[in-house]
Nanobody
Framework: QVQLVESGGGLVQAGGSLRLSCAAS????????MGWFRQAPGKERDVVAS????????YYTDSVKGRFTISRDNAKNTVYLQMNSLKPEDTAVYYC?????????????????WGQGTQVTVSS
């Protein structure tokens, strides 16, 4: 497994932007597909975005398409989630996850390693 540490969460007004980062340990980061998930109070953890090992393939849940961008820098062992035009309904704990295959997935059960989560709060 790989260790993951998220950063970049915080409080922002609606319409604002945040960039989340997820730093991974280990020398095999470039072989892992990565994902960002979020969990709001009283709700299940859902996928936000996912990216293949090369970055060539990405997935976004419908509610964030056109607003969020997932990217990765394999040289820095880091995956990012750029979040623009934030809405109050984006408020959640955001988790980074790693899948020990190169191919992206949208199922949380497919990801073996998880970060501790970072809180994102969007005020109206």
């Amino acid at each position: 497994q790989v260790q993951l540490v998220e950063s970049g969460g915080g409080l922002v007004q609606a319409g604002g932007s945040l960039r989340l980062s997820c730093a991974a340990s280990g020398r095999t980061f470039s072989t892992y597909a990565m994902g960002w998930f979020r969990q709001a109070p009283g709700k299940e953890r859902d996928v936000v975005a996912s990216i293949s090992w090369s970055g060539d393939n990405t997935y976004y849940t419908d509610s964030v398409k056109g607003r969020f961008t997932i990217s990765r820098d394999n040289a820095k062992n880091t995956v990012y989630l750029q979040m623009n035009s934030l809405k109050p309904e984006d408020t959640a704990v955001y988790y980074c996850a790693a899948r020990d295959t190169p191919y992206l997935s949208i199922r949380s059960a497919d990801f073996a390693s998880w970060g501790q989560g970072t809180q994102v709060t969007v005020s109206s």
